[in-house]
C-alpha cells in the first residue's frame, strides 16, 4: 500500500482554472532552477563491432609484396606470416634490400606472383618475433632531469642503435630466407630494386572544370558533365585527351627532335645542367653572327640530348607533353628573327619530328 501510494503522490494532479483544467506536475517533475557546474560525463556507445579479418587470397605466406606506403614505400619485401587484426608480418632480407623485420598493414602492399620458398626457417624465431610485445617501444625514465641530463640539453642526442636480441633474430631469419632466394636466378636482385613507374608520376589539376570522374572498372575513366551548355560540354574532349596524354606520358613518354638551320652563320649550341635547379639550360650562340648569348631554361622534367646519328640536331624528351612542347616553343621562340626579311632569313631552330620515347 506503501509503494502505490507513493507513486500516487509522484503523480500530477488537475486542477480547475475558471472554465478550464489544467494539469500540474509534481514538485519532484518540476524543472531545475540551477544547472550542474559540470557536465555530467557519459560514456559513448561503440557502434563498430569487431569482425574477424578476412586475408585476401593473393598474401599467402612467402608472397613478395610491395609496400606503398611508409618508411621503405616502394621495396619488395617477403611475407612471412599473418598477425592479428589484419597486420603482416613482412621482411627484406635486411641484407638485400635494407628493409628489416616489421609489420604492415595489408591495406598497403600490392601482392605480386613472385613466391619464395619458406622450407628451413627458424619457427621459434618467428613466433617470438610474432609476439604482441615484440615491436612495443622501450619505456621512457622519469621526466625528472638529473644533473648530466641537464648539461646535455644542447648537445645532439645518440643514435638510437637496434636491440641485440632484434638483430640476432634478424641474422637467424635472413640466413635461410637468403639461401632460399638463391636458388631462383635472378629474383635477390628483382627484391633488391625499388618499384616505381617507368616514366614518374604525372598530376594534373582540373578543380576549375564541373566534371564528375569514377572508375566502374579495371581500366576505365568515366567523364561526366550534368546539366552542361554547348560550351561546357566541349570540355568532355579536352579531358578525355588530358587524361590520354597523362597515360601516354608515363607509359611511352614523349620526343621532340629539333634541327639547327642556318644559311649565313653556323649556329652553336651548348647544353648544361643546372646544379641549383636541377634544370637542364640551353644556350644559344652566333645566331645571324650576333654576339648575344640566347639561353632557355627547360621546363621541370624535361631532359635534352645532341642527337648521335644526325648532325645539327637536338632531343627533347619528358613525360609530360606540355612540359617537353613549352621547352620546344621557348627555343622556337628564342631565335626569332627580328627587323629582316623572314622570307630570306630562315636561320633558326624548328621541330622536326614529334614522337615517343619508346614506340609501340
Known amino acids: 500500500m506503501s509503494s502505490k501510494q507513493g507513486t500516487a503522490a509522484q503523480s500530477s494532479t488537475k486542477k480547475k482554472f475558471g472554465k478550464g483544467q489544467r494539469e500540474v506536475p509534481h514538485h519532484t517533475q518540476k524543472a531545475k532552477k540551477w544547472y550542474p557546474a559540470e557536465d555530467e560525463t557519459q560514456l559513448k556507445t561503440v557502434r563498430k563491432s569487431i569482425r574477424p579479418t578476412t586475408v585476401r587470397p593473393s598474401l599467402t605466406p612467402g608472397a613478395i609484396l610491395i609496400l606503398l606506403a611508409g618508411r621503405f614505400r616502394g621495396k619488395r619485401v617477403v611475407l612471412l606470416k599473418h598477425l592479428q587484426q589484419g597486420v603482416l608480418l613482412v621482411?627484406?632480407?635486411?641484407?638485400?634490400?635494407?628493409?628489416?623485420?616489421?609489420?604492415?598493414?595489408?591495406?598497403?602492399?600490392?601482392?605480386?606472383?613472385?613466391?619464395?620458398?619458406?622450407?628451413?626457417?627458424?619457427?621459434?624465431?618467428?613466433?617470438?618475433?610474432?609476439?604482441?610485445?615484440?615491436?612495443?617501444?622501450?619505456?621512457?625514465?622519469?621526466?625528472?632531469?638529473?644533473?648530466?641530463?641537464?648539461?646535455?640539453?644542447?648537445?645532439?642526442?645518440?643514435?638510437?642503435?637496434?636491440?641485440?636480441?632484434?638483430?640476432?633474430?634478424?641474422?637467424?631469419?635472413?640466413?635461410?630466407?637468403?639461401?632460399?632466394?638463391?636458388?631462383?636466378?635472378?629474383?635477390?636482385?628483382?627484391?633488391?630494386?625499388?618499384?616505381?613507374?617507368?616514366?614518374?608520376k604525372l598530376v594534373k589539376h582540373l578543380n576549375h572544370l564541373a566534371v564528375c570522374f569514377s572508375h566502374p572498372k579495371k581500366d576505365v575513366i568515366n567523364i561526366e558533365l550534368h546539366h552542361g551548355a554547348r560550351k561546357n560540354v566541349a570540355t568532355l574532349r579536352t579531358v578525355r585527351t588530358i587524361i590520354q596524354n597523362l597515360i601516354i606520358g608515363v607509359t611511352r613518354g614523349f620526343k621532340y627532335k629539333m634541327r639547327y638551320v642556318y644559311?649565313?652563320?653556323?649556329?652553336?649550341?651548348?647544353?648544361?645542367?643546372?646544379?641549383?635547379?636541377?634544370?637542364?639550360?640551353?644556350?644559344?650562340?652566333?645566331?645571324l653572327g650576333e654576339k648575344i648569348v640566347r639561353r632557355v631554361t627547360l621546363q621541370p622534367g624535361v631532359e635534352v640530348e645532341i642527337s648521335k646519328n644526325t648532325k645539327d640536331e637536338i632531343a627533347l624528351s619528358g613525360n609530360s607533353l606540355e612540359g617537353v612542347s613549352q621547352s620546344a616553343a621557348d627555343i622556337q621562340q628564342i631565335c626569332r628573327v627580328k627587323n629582316k626579311d623572314i622570307r630570306k632569313f630562315l636561320d633558326g631552330l624548328y621541330v622536326s619530328e614529334r614522337g615517343n620515347i619508346t614506340e609501340a
Open 91 to 200: 621482411t627484406g632480407p635486411f641484407k638485400v634490400n635494407g628493409v628489416p623485420l616489421r609489420r604492415v598493414n595489408a591495406r598497403y602492399v600490392i601482392a605480386t606472383s613472385a613466391k619464395v620458398d619458406l622450407k628451413g626457417l627458424d619457427e621459434k624465431t618467428i613466433e617470438s618475433v610474432s609476439a604482441d610485445g615484440y615491436f612495443s617501444r622501450e619505456k621512457k625514465k622519469d621526466g625528472t632531469k638529473g644533473e648530466e641530463e641537464f648539461f646535455k640539453q644542447g648537445e645532439k642526442p645518440e643514435k638510437k642503435l637496434p636491440s641485440s636480441t632484434r638483430a640476432k633474430d634478424q641474422k637467424a631469419v635472413d640466413k635461410q630466407l637468403i639461401a632460399n632466394i638463391k636458388k631462383e636466378p635472378h629474383l635477390i636482385s628483382y627484391l633488391a630494386s625499388s618499384f616505381s613507374l617507368r616514366k614518374g
Open 263 to 287: 644559311a649565313h652563320f653556323p649556329i652553336n649550341v651548348n647544353l648544361e645542367k643546372n646544379n641549383d635547379t636541377g634544370l637542364y639550360e640551353v644556350d644559344i650562340r652566333n645566331f
